[in-house]
């Protein structure tokens, strides 16, 4: 004989999130955020339009808003403000997150620069353990 013992368990999840308090760290946080939307950028190549952000890269597909409210389209044109005269990237151009246009290249090597430093701290940081 079998018996089939159904045990419903509704588990109640309570998901306390926990929001630790950096204090003196709130600033690096800060920094660190200015620093991404500095490397995070929209870049013209090859013709297409690619979105760098956070070490990822794909195409761009949509609009994407700027933290300063500079539109970007997906065909590489931008506008600064609502209104304003519409742009378009240029081959070898970028965008930072920060609304910047700039160099391509230049922002490339400012975040290769970024990963030796936090390479490098990391090295520093292992070793003293
Ligand atoms: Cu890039």
Same mark, same amino acid.
């Given at each position: 004989?079998?018996?089939?013992?159904?045990?419903l368990a509704f588990a109640c999840l309570?998901?306390?999130?926990?929001? !630790?308090?950096?204090?003196?760290? *709130?600033?690096?946080?800060?920094?660190?955020?200015? &620093?991404?939307?500095? /490397?995070?950028?929209?870049?013209? &190549?090859?013709?297409?339009? %690619?979105?760098?952000?956070?070490?990822?890269? !794909? *195409?761009? !597909?949509?609009?994407?808003?700027?933290? #300063?409210? !500079?539109?970007?389209?997906? #065909?590489?044109?931008? /506008?600064?403000?609502?209104?304003? *005269?519409?742009?378009?990237?240029?081959?070898?151009?970028?965008?930072? %997150?920060?609304?910047?246009?700039? #160099?391509?290249? &230049?922002?490339?090597?400012?975040?290769?620069?970024?990963?030796?430093?936090?390479?490098?701290?990391?090295?520093?940081?292992?070793?003293?353990?």
């Amino acid at each position: 004989m079998k018996t089939l013992i159904k045990s419903l368990a509704f588990a109640c999840l309570s998901l306390s999130l926990v929001s !630790t308090s950096f204090g003196a760290d *709130e600033k690096d946080a800060e920094k660190m955020a200015e &620093k991404k939307a500095e /490397m995070n950028h929209i870049a013209m &190549k090859d013709g297409k339009v %690619w979105v760098m952000k956070d070490g990822q890269t !794909t *195409e761009l !597909t949509e609009t994407v808003t700027l933290n #300063d409210g !500079t539109q970007v389209m997906k #065909d590489g044109s931008y /506008m600064e403000k609502a209104g304003a *005269e519409k742009k378009t990237l240029k081959e070898g151009e970028a965008i930072t %997150w920060k609304g910047k246009v700039t #160099d391509h290249e &230049k922002v490339m090597k400012d975040i290769e620069k970024h990963k030796e430093k936090k390479a490098e701290k990391a090295a520093k940081e292992a070793e003293k353990k």
